[in-house]
């Protein structure tokens, strides 16, 4: 279990250190620079994103729609679970009732 944190220390600290010594000099500069495509036209840029945006949009709006198909279905479950119960209750007991009569009819 010592060696495990051991290990654990030793990684974090060199992903520590390579996080600053690459951060130190930066070699990389904000999108526009480094794609010549965009380099020209920041619009195009701003589409791109609104074009994200709204793609993300539609779906997060499809996981809310399954989340409340999902709770719709639990409930659903749920009462049929409850109604389940309820009738393997009433037959255990029909079935006791029918159980006690034939002892009583043997019995005689």
Do not use: R, W
Not at 63 to 81: C, G, S
Request: hydrophobic share 40%.
């Amino acid at each position: 279990m010592d060696i495990l944190v051991c290990l654990l220390c030793i990684l974090f600290t060199i992903l520590i250190l390579n996080h600053i010594f690459n951060n130190i000099n930066p070699s990389i500069i904000e999108g526009a620079t480094t794609y010549e495509e965009y380099s020209d036209d920041p619009l195009v840029l701003a589409q791109k994103n609104a074009g994200n945006i709204d793609y993300l949009k539609t779906k997060f709006a499809e996981i809310d729609a399954l989340t409340k198909q999902v709770t719709d279905l639990n409930e659903t479950v749920e009462t049929n679970t409850s109604t389940i119960t309820s009738i393997v209750d009433a037959q255990t007991e029909q079935t006791e009732q029918l159980n006690d009569a034939q002892d009583n009819i043997t019995d005689e």
